[in-house]
């Protein structure tokens, strides 16, 4: 009995010295990943669905938000890019032109000379709605951006309306204190010709700051006449 319950003691004390070892193993391998720079939680994303910078965990609103990275990685170039991109979202041309666009959040859209459900804001000002079908904005608001946010569900008048479906805010690159830019071109078939850049220019330190931009887009269509 004497010689098992030794051995016993030494099990128990062999299986905590491995906890102990185990635990300081955690220890030093998080602060040696704290001290390398790794990220160790959730990274942080500032949205502005309440007209004040958010984070978005602490918003009670639906959203889902890209930053500019997200939208060039996912090519998020127009309105019916984001079709199977945004949960409940539907995007299309509303049987007028090319480049109309009608929003559809969970059924709520529009009808016929009603307005729309879902309002298009740029810079926080709602884009002008056409006379009879849903159509707001037109080509050159997809590009440039510095944020893209959907919020689905009813709205209140935090931006001067009130949809029953949701909002779509566009926010456009704001100059900067730094001297930068970039020039893109794209080509494909149809005779595609896509050129954008542009250029931010600090003219005051802290003061005058001036950033401007441009986008050109040529493409044959599928009918010859």
Known sequence: ?????????????????????????????AQEAGQSGEA???EEIIVTAQRREENIQSVPVAITAFDNN??????ISSPLDLNGKVPGVT???GG?????????IRGQGQTYLSPVGVVNYFAEVPLIQSGVMGNQGGPGTFWDLSSLQVLR???????????????????????????SGYVQAQGGDYDDQEYEGAVNV?????????????KDVKRDGFTDD
Not at 1 to 29: D, E, F, M, N, Y
């Open 96 to 104: 007028q032109q090319r480049n109309g666009e009608v929003v559809t």
């Open 40 to 42: 160790l939680g959730l």
């Open 202 to 214: 600090p003219l005051i330190e802290d003061k005058l700051m001036v950033r401007l931009s441009y």
């Open 153 to 179: 569900g009813p709205q209140g008048t935090l931006f001067g309306r009130n949809p029953t479906g949701g909002a779509v805010l566009l926010g456009p690159k704001n100059p900067a204190e730094e001297f």
């Open 1 to 29: 009995r004497t010689i098992q319950v030794k051995r016993s003691a030494w099990l128990v004390h062999a299986a905590i010295a491995g906890c102990v070892l185990g635990v300081q193993g955690a220890g030093v391998q």
């Open 91 to 93: 995007v299309g041309n």
């Open 70 to 75: 997200s939208l060039r990685e996912q090519n």
